[in-house]
């Protein structure tokens, strides 16, 4: 905070496990509540909540504690109950959707993200299609799709992998077009609020920043229109427009 930083991202493999090394118990909602303490830091945004037993309590306190984004980037890796099971996720399609329904019951308008997995082995179309139609319900802010890479030491790595690099690139980018449009009405829905945005630059003589809503490199960047001079880790708050 000294040097300026207004943002705190943590980021963990596996983030909801945070404690279970150190104090054997999660400990997640104690350290959100202590960095929320610190003055001078104004967001705390969270990566990789995996959905598989996930606390609810984090949530409760996300929507306590003003500071922490209400953003939650939630890796799924697929919907269709065949790859879950294959993926070894733990969780099935319905109990996805029972969550998600249940976070956004305790934080209406949270931004949700989450990152997907294409050309996983043994996937079908059949598979692509049911992951699309899980998109098109669940109606995701944010998405991001990696092919599947055979590596040693995984516990897929014994799977044959019948699919060619292209056909995984033809798949993902199939989901990624799907998703646009779906991002695209979820960003038209903002225009006329009024955001708060972090400036991160000033390129081409106009400033760039992010709302709470969109995470650094990841996700979307707001133009910026002021009058005013603005420096990276100012704010500035203004209507969205197109």
């Known amino acids: 905070v000294k040097m300026g930083v207004k943002e705190i991202m943590l980021i963990a493999q596996e983030l909801t496990y945070y404690g279970l090394d150190l104090y054997k118990k999660r400990m997640l909602p104690e350290l959100l509540k202590a960095l929320a303490k610190v003055d001078g830091i104004e967001w705390i945004r969270l990566h990789y909540a995996y959905p598989s037993k996930l606390p609810l309590e984090i949530i409760d306190v996300m929507k306590e504690v003003p500071k922490i984004c209400n953003y939650l980037d939630m890796p799924l890796q697929h919907a269709s109950d065949k790859m879950l099971k294959a993926m070894k996720r733990q969780i099935t399609q319905q109990e996805m959707k029972d969550l998600i329904a249940e976070i956004r019951s305790r934080i209406p308008g949270i931004c949700m993200r989450t990152t997907l997995i294409a050309g996983f082995p043994g996937e079908t179309e059949e598979d692509v299609q049911e992951l699309k139609n899980f998109l098109e319900e ?105």
């Open 138 to 242: 669940m109606q995701f802010d944010r998405v991001g799709v990696f092919t599947y890479s055979h590596e040693e030491d995984t516990s897929a790595y014994d799977l044959k992998d019948e699919l060619t690099q292209e056909e995984k690139e033809s798949r993902a980018q199939d989901i990624i077009a799907f998703q646009q449009d779906i991002s695209f009405e979820k960003n038209q829905q903002k225009i006329g609020q009024t955001l708060k945005v972090l400036i991160d630059k000033k390129e081409a003589g106009r400033y760039i920043g992010r709302t709470e809503f969109d995470s650094v490199e990841v996700d979307n960047e707001v133009i910026v229109h002021s009058t005013k001079t603005l420096k990276p880790g100012d704010f500035e708050i203004g209507r969205a427009h197109v």
